[in-house]
């Protein structure tokens, strides 16, 4: 009995938690037992997903999360049908909830893709849990699993709901759908199918989804006019001075887009060239900090993660490198948009990750799961750098 509640309250308890928050974060809340008959799809499908991939497996003999690390075939697998089978499985939890009356605004959409999300990772951990029983780790990365699939399946969620809002589908939700699916596979890969170090690369991904869910809910809340409930309110107003400043997504969408004047090229390249000596700035910063205070880089190991500390600081420095480049590019570029400054971090992510693909692959892994973060912040110090009148 123990052994089965091992495996199945640490899979079952969060992600009912995570439902109840999901359920009443909606202002005009769904029925009850559409909610809860979306995530006992999201099991049901979960199972049939999971059921597959074994059989699978045991055709091709392939596996990222017990195969070899890093292994071509395992790779393909996990990205070709691992990844993909998952995500149309919460699309076809979902469905019946899109077909119903009740599904008629953007943030159901939300409601029951997290719903399913919630019912698949429940069947996931659990499996995941049942097939390791033993180490503290595993429950981790369950944990860790939880949050990742709510938040992709929101994605293409928000956009299932803004399609049938407006009745013309367009390319906007099986886009987001097959972004949210590449994003899973890689997660998948760093938190399952490599060593604990490497894991804990979804950190920054983690965060920068956090992020991305908190600004995307402030951009409802200004859209509907106000807090989805009380005690959101209460937050709200308790955080307003220090989130006012804090841009919308309307801003920042307004800032990318190509203003009347042309893109300027030279800043784009200049820019690149800054980012990428701020790069190499950051690390030789963290490397000089590591030799100060005696960090022995050569002890790092991707199956131990006590050995993470070297590599969490080398990461701190190149990150912190980003939000000063941009910072400098808009001060000096004196440009009006975020174009710019947005290009030349992107080029410059681009170029180190195609030369950390040819040195080091673990290290591109780890460097595609803070690519995004690295992005955002290039861009926060460019909105800051941004001459006054523009950022009003």
């Known amino acids: 009995m123990l052994a089965v509640l091992r495996w199945t309250l640490p899979a079952l308890v969060p992600a009912l938690l995570l439902l109840v928050l999901v359920y009443f974060s909606d202002k005009n809340k769904e ?29 091709t003999g392939l596996d990222d999360i017990d195969g070899p690390a890093g292994n071509a075939g395992s790779l393909v697998f996990l990205f070709a049908l691992v990844a993909p089978l998952r995500e149309a499985s919460k699309v076809a939890a979902t469905w019946p909830a899109f077909r119903s009356r009740h599904f008629d605004e953007p943030y159901d959409g939300v409601v029951y893709s997290s719903s399913a999300a919630l019912g698949f990772a429940t069947v996931e951990s659990g499996w995941l849990l049942k097939l390791h029983p033993t180490g503290g780790m595993w429950v981790l990365r369950a944990l860790l699993g939880l949050p990742a699939n709510v938040f992709f399946a929101a ?63 402030r951009d409802l809340r200004r859209r509907e006019g106000g807090s ?9 107003r308790i955080s307003q001075g220090r989130l006012s400043a804090v841009p919308s997504f309307q801003a920042v969408r307004a800032a990318l887009r190509k203003s009347d004047q042309p893109i300027r090229l030279r800043w784009v390249i200049f820019g690149a060239l800054v980012m990428v000596g701020s790069m190499l700035l950051g690390f030789g910063s963290a490397v000089a900090f590591g030799h100060w205070a005696h960090v022995d880089f050569s002890v790092v190991n991707e199956q131990d993660v006590s050995t993470a500390g070297p590599v969490a600081l080398l990461g701190a420095g190149l990150l912190a490198a980003f939000p000063l480049a941009g910072w400098l590019v808009a001060k000096a570029s004196r440009v009006s948009t975020l174009l710019e400054p947005a290009l030349a971090s992107a080029l410059a992510i681009l170029a180190a990750l195609v030369g950390l693909g040819v040195t080091a692959p673990v290290a591109l892994l780890v460097g595609l799961s803070c690519s995004p973060i690295a992005w955002t912040l290039a861009c926060a110090g460019a909105w800051v750098g941004r001459p006054q009148k523009a950022r009003r």
């Open 31 to 59: 029925p009850l037992r559409i909610v809860l008959g979306t995530f006992v799809l999201g099991a049901l499908f979960g199972v049939v997903a999971f059921f597959i991939e074994r059989r699978a497996s045991s055709w």
């Open 228 to 236: 989805r409930n009380e005690g959101l309110e209460r937050i709200s």
């Open 155 to 217: 994605a293409w969620g928000y956009a299932l709901g803004r399609a049938k809002q407006k009745h013309d589908p367009g390319p906007v939700f099986p886009a987001s759908w097959v972004l949210a699916t590449a994003a899973h596979g890689l997660y998948i890969h760093l938190l399952y199918g490599r060593g604990e170090t490497t894991a804990l690369a979804t950190l920054p991904l983690l965060l920068a989804m956090a992020a991305i869910a908190a600004a995307a809910a």
